[in-house]
């Protein structure tokens, strides 16, 4: 069974704290993603990475960057947490197909991150 | 860049029909739709290619307009189990942005 974890499910950090979500597939899969999910906003893209080491901005990346060292892991990294970056955040992955640019993405359970 | 999702939110009652629509200001070269329920990770129902091509996933079933720029999901006799939040995708080639989503809410 293909799978994409997330190594929490709930966070509470301060302001002003580093905070780093990681997310892990064993589907081997070259496209990584991280989307926030806020209430009538659906899910924005922040980052997503093609390949170890790439890494490309989408939507929202203002106040996140990203890591990926290995290609199972992608990691989400809050430099600096302020409390508007309170939301769901979530971790997909897909295999890349030339033809096609985007393939189906397989999405982690969600980190629920309450900055305070 | 978001593709607008309308209606926003529909409550339906068992064996009703529904149709969810997806519009760009963007060509499109492809549209995915994904279904999530409450407290879940969205799951992936069906890719549309240009073409006007058709997909379905059991009564679910869904058109690509590439000329208007639209999709629609089409729920037919639905069921309790298809309540939640259906989110379209679109791919422009070099980016992917998810729509704000529709809540169905399937009642007995």
């Known amino acids: 069974d293909v799978k994409v974890t997330q190594s929490s499910r709930y966070l509470v950090k301060r302001t002003g704290e580093k905070v780093f979500l990681e997310c892990v597939q064993d589907m081997d899969h070259e496209n990584m993603f991280w989307y926030r999910q806020d209430p009538g906003l659906g899910l924005r893209l922040i980052y997503f990475s093609y390949d170890v080491k790439m890494k490309e901005k989408g939507d929202i990346p203002e106040g996140y960057s990203v890591s990926r060292e290995k290609k199972e892991r992608f990691s989400l990294i809050l430099e600096s947490a302020s409390t508007n970056q309170t939301s769901m955040y979530l971790c997909?992955?897909?295999?890349?197909?030339?033809?096609?640019?985007?393939?189906?993405?397989?999405f982690g359970p969600g980190t629920r991150l309450t900055v305070l | 860049q978001q593709p607008v999702q309308s209606p926003q939110a529909v409550i339906l009652r068992e064996g009703e029909d529904a149709v969810i629509n997806c519009s760009s200001s963007k060509a499109l070269y492809s549209v995915h739709w994904y279904r999530q329920k409450h407290g879940e990770a969205p799951v992936f129902l069906m890719i549309l290619l240009k073409g006007g091509e058709q997909k379905g996933h059991e009564k679910i079933s869904a058109s690509f307009n590439e000329k208007k720029q639209q999709s629609s999901l089409y729920l037919t006799a639905s069921q309790l189990s298809y309540s939640g939040t259906y989110f379209c995708g679109k791919n422009t080639g070099n980016q992917f942005y998810f729509g704000t989503g529709t809540s169905l809410t399937v009642i007995p």
């Open positions: 997909a992955s897909s295999l890349f197909n030339p033809g096609l640019s985007y393939n189906e993405q397989f």
